[in-house]
């Protein structure tokens, strides 16, 4: 499973997804779209917003801190 948080250092709702990752124990690449144009264009080109955290969960997107869709995410595409 591929899993990638789109973040940035000043955003608190990135901190929250990033120690929710790392409770549950996934692991996860992690962009920061404030330092890395490149990343940023292909976050907002997968996501359609430019507003951080993005989370790719196996091509599942995910906008904000959303628990439950982070969740049924990760059951859906364990391996």
Not at 30 to 55: F, L
Not at 61 to 72: A, S, T, Y
Request: hydrophobic share 30%; with cysteine; proline share 3%.
């Amino acid at each position: 499973m591929e899993i990638i948080v789109y973040s940035t250092d000043t955003c608190p709702w990135c901190y929250k997804v990033k120690d929710y990752l790392k409770k549950k124990g996934v692991k996860f690449t992690e962009y920061n779209v404030g330092e890395d144009q490149d990343k940023a264009i292909e976050m907002v080109e997968k996501s359609g917003q430019m507003g951080v955290p993005v989370t790719d969960i196996d091509g599942e997107i995910i906008l904000g801190f959303n628990k439950e869709e982070i969740d049924k995410a990760l059951e859906k595409h364990k391996k």
